[in-house]
């Protein structure tokens, strides 16, 4: 995905629409091509003044519907959907633009009971790094630098990277105060000076909030914006003493006596211009005030209100004013605030500085389906009856992620497709039972297997099996790879390879990894599903195996040659297997980072290598696990799995000279279409 920054804050009101023009602005001038990005929206069915304010600037070339993703009753409806949703429109974007401003939800939304932890989610799930934005008026430097530490560490907690955190809306007399607080930190930092301006309501705002219509004075002069109110409750000497420059006054409709001082006001040189006079009760004024006022034609908006004055002061004193694009002065001043208060070589630099160490389930996911699309491979799938292998198919189809063969009865998979409503149109479907291939097939396995006395007559009932069948696709080269295993064991699905695709070159053992999608990483776990207990030669072929597999889905593989002892601490039957095979990885494959034996926590957590490995360069930081032993590894995968809640991708077999993978019997939907991207992609061979 591209380079990105994820503009959001903690609370409502922060002006982080400000701070993401400035960063618009900066890397359109930077950078090169900006995209804008919203994850959420009010609702689908009306523009966002966000988006439209960022792609109204002149380095954004978007339209309104590429810059959103999902709305909030979306979003409440099914968080994983709509989740996936907004990855998939982000990597979109991230295809076209050199970076993306991704700007986070508002707090308008108050069903959302914690909308800090949405924005969060979805910032770990794009791999986007964290601009932190709070307000910062009203509040006391140290206030401010709690607000934004308890911010970043609920972020961290989410694993999401935070990069940069601005305190908005700042007192100029704290601006430096500010600044050297938070840049005790560690995180980019920046404090933008209030501007009263920008959060000022224009008039015509102030007339929506009250239902008032304008009565009197220039329809153009309702975009100017309202500094403050005084309500004119006083006799005029008193009022003009309070009077401030572009305040709106809100009179009660019956002083008649006031509209002409006002007016008077607003148009001597000794007092301050007022932005707009707010007449209340419903009143109109006396026809001789009003022809008073007709003959000096005020330039002024006059509105009248229905309410009464307490009502409509309060409900003007709620109204915040927005940065829109066509507030020309207001985009001019958040510009220069924002150039003046924050660091652009350092903003710039963060866009680099996201961790790849972080990967989130969806996150890989979305990867696995981006790879196998870059280069699509074909993928057999025997058991085209099955519902869920039908139900992968139309996904898999539709996203473009392969092309695809299912084997079975056409008509009774036409149909079936039908009564679920799935198009798989796209899809080949072929009868294993097909005369034509199999005499092709059949002819082949018996050449394969003649030195086991299969003759061409029991290779014909053989191959009609669809495992067999669909191998033969992908030893003829009919297919690219095969996945099955839905319905059948995984002895069925993959004893078809080791007799007819066998091992690749150099390689003596077929094993298995699983793929285990963390909440912030993923790491490979092997062998789970396959060699029950082998021997210190085989761990170590496995061991590698697993690394290049890991290699090639993008983790960089450090090795941990799991044992119940770490070093030199035990010794038995067991362990010594464990380190004859690290020897053997140590003496073969010198570039790999090893270490064995080694218990699980030392392996994984940093803390306990501290204490058992100091020294060393995989200890707390293992990314591919090998077990011991089938029991260990295939009891660990699930504990993992069903106790941590990971998404286990898998079994992934390694070692044959084409792909073939198997199912588990359980398996959803969403892990068949894993497993034929995971396919694909081994199809196309290569390290990421």
Same mark, same amino acid.
Request: proline share 5%.
């Given at each position: ?309 307490? $009502? ?9 004013? &927005? *940065?829109? #694009?066509?507030?020309? =002065?207001? !985009? %001019?001043? +958040? ?100 005369? $034509? ?9 018996? &050449? *394969?297997? #003649?030195?086991?006395? =299969?003759? !061409? %007559?029991? +290779? ?229």
């Amino acid at each position: 995905m591209s380079r990105s920054l994820y503009i959001t804050a903690p609370e409502a009101h922060s002006g982080k629409s400000a701070v993401a023009l400035g960063l618009v602005d900066l890397l359109s001038r930077r950078v090169g091509r900006v995209g804008v990005f919203r994850p959420i929206i009010d609702s689908e069915d009306d523009r966002d003044t966000v988006v439209d304010l960022l792609i109204a600037h002149p380095g954004v070339r978007q339209d309104h519907a590429d810059a959103t993703g999902v709305s909030y009753a979306q979003w409440h409806a099914d968080q994983d959907a709509a989740l996936s949703r907004i990855v998939d429109r982000f990597g979109e974007l991230s295809a076209e633009y050199d970076a993306v401003v991704v700007v986070g939800s508002d707090y308008t939304d108050v069903t959302t009971g914690n909308e800090w932890a949405s924005n969060a989610r979805i910032a770990a799930n794009l791999g986007s790094p964290v601009v932190i934005v709070v307000n910062g008026s009203g509040r006391t430097p140290a206030v401010i630098a709690a607000t934004i530490e308890l911010a970043r560490s609920e972020l961290v907690t989410w694993h999401a990277q935070p990069v940069a955190a601005i305190a908005n809306r700042v007192d100029p007399e704290a601006i430096e105060a500010v600044r050297d607080l938070l840049g005790r930190g560690g995180l980019v930092s920046g404090a933008i000076a209030d501007v009263p301006l920008l959060g000022a309501p224009t008039v015509a705002d102030l007339r929506d909030a009250c239902g008032a219509v304008l009565w009197r004075g220039d329809e153009e002069l309702l975009a100017r914006e309202s500094m403050g109110f005084l309500v004119a409750a006083m006799t005029p000497p008193n009022v003009l003493k309070r009077l401030r420059p572009f305040t709106t006054v809100i009179v009660p409709g019956d002083r008649s006596d006031m509209l002409p001082a006002l007016i008077l006001a607003h148009q001597s040189a000794t007092f301050p211009e007022l932005a707009s006079m707010v007449l209340t009760g419903g009143y109109t004024p006396d026809s001789a005030i009003t022809r008073l006022i007709d003959g000096i034609k005020p330039d002024m908006p006059i509105l009248l209100a229905n309410s009464g004055t307490f $009502e409509t002061a309060t409900g003007l004193g709620r109204v915040r004013g &927005r *940065l829109t #694009a066509d507030s020309a =002065i207001k !985009l %001019e001043k +958040a510009l220069q605030a924002f150039a003046e208060g924050v660091d652009a070589d350092a903003i710039v630099g963060a866009l680099d500085v996201a961790d790849p160490s972080v990967v989130t389930p969806m996150m890989f996911q979305y990867r696995l389906i981006e790879r196998a699309r870059a280069d699509r491979r074909h993928v057999v799938l025997p058991e085209g009856e099955e519902e869920r292998i039908l139900r992968a198919a139309a996904i898999l189809l539709r996203l473009d992620v392969a092309d695809l063969t299912l084997l079975g009865d056409e008509m009774a998979i036409k149909a079936k497709a039908d009564t679920l409503g799935l198009d798989i149109s796209a899809a080949r479907i072929l009868s294993p039972t097909d005369p $034509e291939l199999v005499a092709r097939f059949a002819a082949e396995y018996a &050449r *394969l297997r #003649a030195h086991k006395g =299969i003759t !061409l %007559e029991l +290779a014909t009932d053989i191959v009609s099996d669809v495992s067999y069948f669909g191998t033969m696709m992908v030893h003829l080269g009919m297919a690219d790879g095969m996945v099955s295993g839905a319905v059948h064991t995984t002895a069925h699905t993959i004893r078809p390879s080791f007799e007819i695709i066998k091992t690749a070159p150099g390689t003596t053992v077929v094993s298995s990894v699983f793929l285990m999608c963390l909440a912030d990483r993923v790491l490979v776990y092997g062998d789970c599903a396959v060699n029950p207990d082998p021997t210190a030669p085989q761990l170590a072929e496995i061991a590698v195996s697993s690394a290049q597999t890991a290699a090639q889905f993008g983790v960089d593989p450090r090795v941990a040659m799991l044992s119940y002892s770490t070093g030199s601490s035990g010794s038995g039957e067991d362990v010594e297997k464990v380190r004859a095979a690290t020897e053997i990885v140590h003496r073969e494959r010198p570039d790999l980072l090893v270490e064995g034996p080694i218990q699980y926590d030392a392996a994984v957590d940093p803390d306990v290598a501290v204490t058992k490995l100091p020294d060393s360069k995989v200890a707390g930081r293992a990314t591919v696990l090998i077990f011991p032993d089938l029991n260990t590894g295939n009891n660990t995968y699930k504990a993992v799995q069903r106790s941590a809640g990971a998404v286990a991708i898998g079994p992934v077999l390694q070692g044959l000279n084409k792909p073939v993978n198997d199912l588990s019997r359980g398996a959803l939907v969403a892990d068949i279409v894993n497993t034929v991207a995971i396919t694909a992609i081994q199809a196309q061979g290569g390290a990421s």
